[in-house]
C-alpha cells in the first residue's frame, strides 16, 4: 500500500494493472492520451496498441473480450462517434471477458472541436456508464467496471471528464490480482453472431439486462448517499461532485458513481428524505431527465449552466441565483492584455506548406492535428475543419458541388491513417480532381507524440513496418503523387501549383519530422541584420513564435530558433543570416 | 465572504517555460508536509505557445482540484505579464511572484496587439504585495538559466506555511539528481528576494 499523486489518467492505467487487464487498446485524444502512455509501463503484464482509430481499437479489444480477456479501450468523446459502429452491436453481443471503454468528455472545449457528453452513448447502447469524481475513484472503478461488465456480460463506459483526467490526486495503489483466466474463444453462433434472426434474441435480452443492473445500482456502492442538512439534496456525478461538497457543505447528497442504468429505487428514496432536489450535472441534463420521468419535483438547468464546464464558482454563483441574491461582480481582469493563442512552433515544417499555400486562391479543407493551427493569422490557411479525416473527403465534396476555386485538403499523417485514407480512395474512384497534402511528420504530435501506423514503432517500444503514405496513395488510385521538403519554400510552392494545375487528382506528402519531438537544430541558429532589414515584415507573415516583434524591432529571439532557414527564404532583402555569416 | 480551509496556488507562464515541474514540486512539499493534495494543469492544445494555468490545493481535507476566484493564497509567474492576466485567482492581499522575462506573444508580433510597456507599474499597483526579480538571471549565478521556474518557487514558498525540510525533499525527488544541486541553490537564491 502507497499513497501516490497521480493523474486520472495515470490512476486508471493502474487500475487496469491491478484490476489483471490484459489487452488494452486506443487512439490518443487530449483528454484520454495519458492513460496507455500509462499502461505501456505495465507492458510485461498488459499487451498495449495504438490503433490506427477508435473503431479499430475497440473492434480490437471486443474480440479479446470475446475470448475472455480482461480488457480496457481508451478514447476522446469525438473518439467514441468513431467506434459508435461497434459499439451499439456489441451491447447486443455482450461479451465474456470483462471490457471497459474509457471515454474522456472535454467540457469546456479546452482541446475538442465540440463538448458532445458521452453519457449519451451509455443510454443510446444501453450499456453501463461510471463516472469517478477524482483519481482514487478513477483507479478503483475500473475493477468495479470490469466486475460489472463479467457479470452482466456487457460493455462498460468509464467516463471521465478533462479535469478528472488531469487533475492529480492522491491515490492508493494495491498489487494486480491474480485471475489466471483461461483464454480461448468458444464457438456459439447464436452468441456471437447478430444475424438477424439471432440479433432479435439478443435485442430482447438487452432489456432485461437493463433491467437488472438498474435494480443492482441501486445496491451498487459507486453510489453513495451522504445525508447531512434535509433541507436540500443535491444529485450529481462526476466532478461536480467536488463542486456541490464545497458550494453546499451543509447538503445532503446522492452521489452516482454508477449513473445509468439509473438506480431509481436509490433515487426516490434519496427524494423521499430531502425537501428540494437539485440536479448538478456537467452537459446534457441526463439525470435531471430521468428524475423529472419519475415524476419527482426537482431543479438542475434552470440554475446550472449546460454550457461549457463547471467549476465551484459556477456553483457559487448558480446558490447566490437560488436563493434570490444578487450575482457577485467579479472585478475584471486587466484589458488589453495581449492574447497568447497556441502557435505552431517555431521550426515546425507544418508552416512551409501553409505559407506557400498562402499564395494561392484556393480553398483549404483542413483536419485535426497540429495544423488546425494553421487556420490561425497571419498564416491564416485553412478554411474547414470538421472530424477527424474530414479534410480529405471534404475537398472532394467542394470540388464535385462545382466550386469555383480549386480545393486543397489537408491533413496530418496519424489522421490520415485514422481515416483519411478512405476520402482519397473515395477522390480516385469516383474521378475527383482535388489536390490532397498530408503533413507526414511520422508521429502523432498534438496529443505529444505518439507512435503511428508511420512511425516504424509500436507502443510497446518494437520495430515494426512504417506504413508509406505515398505508396497508400498510389495504391488508392491516384497516380500524381509529390514529395515535397517543406523547408524548401521555393520548391514546395511550385509543387503546390503544378498539382493545382493538373486537371486530375493528386497527393503530395510534405515530409519531415516534428520540430517538438527531435528537439535539435535544422541549421544554424538565425539573426536580423538590423543595418539591413528594411521592417518590411516578411518574415513575421510565418507566424514563427522565434520571431519577436515590439517597438518598432524585429529581433530573433535565438533560444527558440532551430534555424529552419524559412525566415532567411522568405526575406526580400537579405536581412536574415547566420552569426557565422556576419 | 468564503472560508478558505484549503491553500490555494496557482502559477501562470507560457508553454515551455517549466510550469509542470514547478507544479509538481509544489505538490510534492504539501504532500511531504502531510497535507491532502490536489492539482490542476493544462495540457494537449493549450500547451503550443501559450498561455499556461497549473493550480494546486492542499489541506486536511481538498474536494476541487480548480482554484476559485480570489481564493489563491499565491500567485506566481514565469512571464510578466502573465500574473495579470490571472490576477484575479489571488485573494485580497496575497503574495505574488513574478518573473520579470518577457515573451513576446506572436499576436505582438504581428501586429494585432501589442506588449504593455508599463507591465511593472500595472503590477505594482495591482499587486501590493508583490516580489518581482529576474528569476532567470537569479538562476544563471546559480548554474542553470533553466531554473528559473525554482528560483521563482523559493520566493513563492515565503508565502506559505510550508516546512522548509519539505520543499528541499520535494525538490529532490522532483529533478534528475544531477541538477539537484543547482535547483537548492536556486530555491534558496529565490527566498532571499522576498
Redesign the interface.
Known sequence: MAMRLLSGNEAIARGAYEAGVTVATGYPGTPSTEILENVVKYKEDIYCEWAPNEKVALEVAAAAAYAGARCIVTMKHVGLNVAADPLMTLSYVGVEGGLVICVADDPGMHSSQNEQDTRNYACFAKIPVIEPSDSQEAKNFVLSGLELSEKYKTPVILRTTTRVSHSRSMVETAERINLQKKIGFVKDPPRFVPLPAFARGMRKKVETRLSLMADHASKSELNKTELNDKALGIITSSIAYQYVREVWPQASVLKLGLTYPFPDKLIREFAAQVKDLLIVEELDPIIEEHVLSLGLKCEGRKYIPGIGELSADVLFAARRKMEGKEAVQVEPGEKDLPGRPPVLCAGCPHRGIFYALGKQDVVVTGDIGCYSLGTLKPLDRMDTILCMGGGVSMAHGLDKAGENKKVVGIVGDSTFFHSGITGLLDIAYNKGKSTIIVVDNRITAMTGHQDNPGSGKTLMGEKTIAASIPEIGRACGISRVREVNPYDLQKTEKVIKEELDAEEPSLIVSIAPCALKEKKKLGPVLKIDADVCKKCGQCLKLGCPAIESAEGEIKINPYLCIGCSMCSQVCPFGAIISEEEQ | M?EIKTTSIVLAG??GQGILLASEIV??AA?AAGY????????????????VLAQIRYGKK?????V???TAQVLGSLER??A??F??YLAPGGLCVVNSQKI??????????????DAEI?LKN?FPNLIYFDAAEEAGTCGNLRAANVALLGALSTGLDLPEKAWHKAIEVSVPEKYKDVNLKAFERGKTKA
Open positions: 468564503k507560457v508553454g505538490a510534492q504532500m491532502e493534495v490536489k492539482t490542476n494543469e493544462v495540457h494537449g492544445m493549450a500547451q503550443r505557445g501559450g498561455s481538498v474536494y476541487s482540484p480548480l476559485g476566484c480570489g505579464i502573465e495579470l492576466r490576477a484575479s513576446v506573444p506572436v499576436t505582438v508580433s504581428m501586429g494585432a496587439a501589442s506588449y504593455p510597456d500595472r495591482k
